[in-house]
């Protein structure tokens, strides 16, 4: 029985031997036609850039930070730990997400009229409408 074992084990060796000795011979590679394309050029929109607004304190640390990008308007602030609470604590909390700017309302001021509502507010008669004989 030790014979048999022996005898597959030597000859497992030789195959694991004999397939991991990689070929001398080149392996055969395929020609890929070369097709001459137009170059790509991307370049960004123009007034696309984002804009930061910084708020700063009086001793220089920066409060809030307001980012405008594209359509989108978002607000950063500091995570200030409750109490006594180091950052890195178990007790300080998570970093602070942004406040994403949603909708905005102006209630305080008047809005534009379109020359269409000024002539209906001036409470003028249209004309009437030419008669056809």
Request: aromatic share 4%; hydrophobic share 30%.
């Amino acid at each position: 029985m030790k014979r048999i074992s022996l005898i597959l084990l030597t000859l497992a060796a030789q195959a694991a031997f004999a397939q991991s000795t990689p070929s001398q011979a080149p392996p055969k590679l395929e020609k890929i036609e070369e097709i001459a394309e137009d170059p790509i050029t991307v370049t960004a929109k123009p007034g696309t850039e984002g804009k930061i607004t910084e708020k700063r304190d009086n001793s220089g640390n920066v409060t809030e930070a307001t980012v405008k990008s594209g359509p989108s308007t978002y607000t950063l602030r500091p995570n200030h730990p409750v109490g006594t609470a180091l950052p890195g604590d178990a007790m300080s909390g998570n970093n602070r997400g942004p406040q994403w700017t949603v909708l905005e309302f102006d209630i305080g001021k008047k809005k534009k009229k379109t020359p269409d509502e000024e002539a209906v507010q001036d409470n003028t008669p249209p004309p009437p409408p030419p008669t056809v004989k």
